[in-house]
């Protein structure tokens, strides 16, 4: 099966500047993750999806982090305005309800904040 | 809060000698652990996983153990080759909601 596609792959930005992410996960797995993974740190969820509804955001920095998946498919992470903190690699993941596994990740979207 | 810890940064072992990760977590509500592998530019994936109501459990080339008593984990890899070389993170999970929380990880140099 594909595994979870993520782009782009880089990103530099300046701070203040806006940018957003794109996730497609395992064809019908329901469940989306994005996760962060700030260098050198294990990664730390921001948001879960099941299906197109949002069942955790409590990690999520609202004032400047959305994150949407419509059709209970794709899925965009954005933020804005970026701050240096920020850079990080974000991660994303899915997984099927029927699986009693872990996650499968995508590659992640390097993002450099300047 | 809820927190995984790991005992070591780094570790580095002479290639075909056997590895152990070890992992602390503090939420003994957890009931659900995963240990994934990370290298270098890509995801974590997925090594082994094991329930809170097995004490060992067993894959190719990996064992993870739990000790529910002082809330430890380990995984051990037989005869590490150099393609092991990763970071490694114990993760676990609570309340059926499959949150999965992470610990800071642990990086494994093999030498050949």
């Known amino acids: 099966e594909a595994g979870v596609a993520q782009s782009p792959r880089y990103k530099i930005i300046e701070k203040r500047q806006s940018v957003a992410f794109w996730c497609n996960p395992i064809?019908?797995?329901?469940?989306l993750y994005w996760y962060q993974q700030i260098l050198g740190q294990g990664p730390k969820l921001l948001i879960q999806?099941?299906?197109?509804?949002?069942?955790?955001d409590s990690q999520l920095p609202k004032d400047r982090f959305s994150a949407e998946r419509l059709k209970g498919v794709d899925s965009t992470l954005k933020i804005q305005p970026a701050k240096l903190e920020d850079s990080a690699v974000y991660l994303c993941?899915?997984?099927?309800?029927?699986?009693?596994?872990?996650?499968?990740f995508g590659s992640g979207t390097r993002l450099t904040v300047v | 809060g809820e927190s995984v810890g790991l005992h070591l940064p780094t570790l580095s072992v002479q290639e075909g000698d056997n590895s152990i990760i070890n992992c602390a977590y503090s939420?003994?509500?957890?009931?659900?652990f995963i240990w994934y592998k990370q290298e270098s530019g890509k995801g974590p994936q997925f090594i082994i996983d094991i329930r809170s109501n097995m004490d060992k459990r067993q894959g190719q080339r990996v064992t993870v153990l739990l000790n529910k008593t002082v809330k430890h984990l380990s995984l051990q890899i037989a005869a590490t080759q150099p393609g092991d070389s990763a970071v490694y993170f114990c993760a676990e999970n609570s309340g059926g909601g499959f949150k999965t929380i992470f610990g800071a990880g642990t990086r494994l140099f093999v030498k050949a």
């Open positions: 993941a899915s997984r099927s309800d029927s699986s009693n596994y872990g996650y499968t």
């Open positions: 939420n003994s509500a957890s009931d659900y």
């Open positions: 999806f099941q299906n197109n509804g949002v069942v955790d």
């Open positions: 064809s019908g797995h329901a469940t």
